[in-house]
């Protein structure tokens, strides 16, 4: 399906099971080019026939749990995943597609554990770090998260998503300071970025630094005018 005709492709396939219904490969790339087609059942079905086939067939169980993930099958997602890990303990895509799952079902303290295993597979995956600040933050484990956004920061400093949530969860322990700083890197490497504005107005507020915040928030209207919260937090400030 190299020139994107899923249709002929799987016409294609279906030929080739038709006349040999043991090919699980027919099977597995029919599945693909449904997949492609947002047929995510049919896919099913037709990953579900080539791991009959083949029962370590673990592209068909990686592909089959990330549909069973866009229809929000978690559960049964989670069971594809994990047999890939079962077989093979070091595969980080599988840890990762486990952990979205199990995000997805706000199983926060599961998704850390796929996660930081990934990171005992490799330490700098920086992937892994973010997302696992995202689960402490969502357990209201800011300090946590603030490591992990700092580990993410230390191996790629020009990640501007991490440095606005560590900004993010600066504020939530206090350290207003750290937040200004954080969120100015932001705004330093995205002039646009309303959500820095914003919320380094919020941080300065708090550390009474009045002007600066207001400042902040009409940078936040200069950019969009039709922003209700950039207002309510600068009439906040006056």
């Given amino acids: 399906a190299n020139l994107k005709d899923y249709k002929g492709a799987i016409d294609d396939y279906s030929k080739a099971i038709e006349k040999d219904s043991s090919l699980s490969s027919a099977y597995f790339n029919r599945g693909i080019a449904k997949t492609n087609l947002k047929d995510l059942k049919g896919a099913i079905a037709d990953y ?28 049964g997602a989670i069971a594809d995943f994990n047999f890939i890990i079962k077989n093979n303990p070091k595969d980080k895509d599988a840890y990762l ?10 199983d926060c303290k599961g998704a850390i554990e796929d996660l930081s295993k990934i990171i005992e ?11 696992r600040a995202l689960e402490k933050v969502d357990l209201k484990d800011y300090k946590g998260a603030i490591a992990d956004f700092s580990k993410v920061i230390a191996l790629d400093s ?4 991490a440095f606005l949530h560590r900004g993010d969860a600066r504020i939530n322990i206090k350290d207003y300071k750290g937040a200004v700083a954080d969120f100015s890197k932001v705004i330093a490497k995205n002039p646009k970025s309303i959500d820095a504005y914003i919320n380094r107005g919020i941080a300065k507020k708090n550390l009474k630094d009045t002007k600066g915040a207001i400042e902040d928030f009409s940078k936040a209207i200069g950019i969009d005018s039709t922003n209700s919260f950039a207002y309510f937090n600068r009439g906040l400030a006056k």
Avoid: F, Q
């Fill in 121 to 131: 597979i490799d330490s700098t995956n920086t992937i892994a770090y973010y997302y």
């Fill in 48 to 75: 579900s026939s080539a791991i009959n086939l083949n029962p370590k067939y673990l592209d068909a169980y990686n592909n089959r749990g990330l549909a069973k993930c866009s229809l929000k099958d978690y559960k």
């Fill in 158 to 161: 020009n990640n501007v998503k």
């Fill in 97 to 106: 597609n486990c952990s979205v799952a199990k995000s997805n079902m706000k």
